[in-house]
């Protein structure tokens, strides 16, 4: 397992890294984002530790950069920050966790490898959902049986859906999850493109995808 842990702070750093190499974690320090820049570059990781203030800039526009291109590598986010507004936009823009500091070492352990575990168990199982199995593998669905035919942006959004049933997801958050996929400059209001072509693939079954006006958009089975 190997983790990319972008920390401006020399001594937290190391003893973060040292911690995670004694548990058997390959761990690379960068202390900015133009450090992590060059590491993602040339090397590919299980995870990324990212704090938000960094000497160069935010930790949020690195995250912002990976789910943009499709990059879906596991991250948590480290801050400093209390309000719950800068943790929500973090989780929004496709952050997978975050730890306040000052923070239990064991903690971030423990919570890297289920973050990892996690993404391995989405890569390789279906995920199912009353009649709706999705293979993240080949994404790809079947409905009832029947294998449903969708293009690659929607595969992506149903991606998302099934990865967090029933749970409102913003259309910020699968915005940065289609971006990867588009070829020009789209406003937020294309989700609602994607959205309605779902739920026509959707049509006469038991699975449906909901509004929650000014918030955002899930998916359930009905019965």
């Known amino acids: 397992m190997r983790v990319l842990l972008v ?5 937290l750093a190391q003893a973060v890294s040292t911690r995670l190499a004694r548990s058997g974690m390959a761990c690379d320090t960068a202390p900015s ?7 993602l570059a040339v ?3 299980d995870a990324l530790v990212l704090d938000i203030n960094l000497p160069d800039g935010s930790g949020k526009d690195l995250l912002r950069d ?3 291109r499709g990059d879906r ?16 936009s973090a989780l929004d823009m496709g952050a997978d966790d975050y730890l306040v500091k000052p923070f239990d070492q064991r903690e971030l352990e423990a919570r890297l490898r289920a973050l990892v575990r ?12 009353g009649p709706l199995e999705f293979m993240p ?14 293009t690659r942006r929607e595969a992506a959004l149903l991606a998302l859906f099934m990865r967090n049933p029933r749970q409102v997801l913003s259309k910020e958050r699968l915005y940065d999850g289609l971006f990867a996929f588009n070829d020009a400059n789209v406003g937020l209001n294309a989700i609602e493109l994607y959205i ?8 006469g079954s038991r699975i449906s995808i909901g509004t929650q006006r000014g918030v955002g958009y899930w998916i359930d089975s009905n019965g």
């Open 7 to 11: 920390e401006d702070a020399e001594d």
């Open 33 to 39: 984002l133009g450090a992590a820049r060059d590491y």
């Open 43 to 45: 090397q590919s990781y």
């Open 66 to 68: 990976l789910r943009r």
């Open 73 to 88: 590598t596991p991250v948590m986010m480290l801050t400093a920050l209390l309000a719950v507004d800068d943790r929500v």
């Open 118 to 129: 996690r993404e391995a168990e989405h890569k390789t199982d279906s995920l199912i959902l």
């Open 137 to 150: 593998a080949e994404m790809s669905a079947r409905l009832d049986g029947e294998r449903l035919h969708l």
């Open 196 to 203: 309605a072509r779902l739920r026509k693939k959707f049509a």
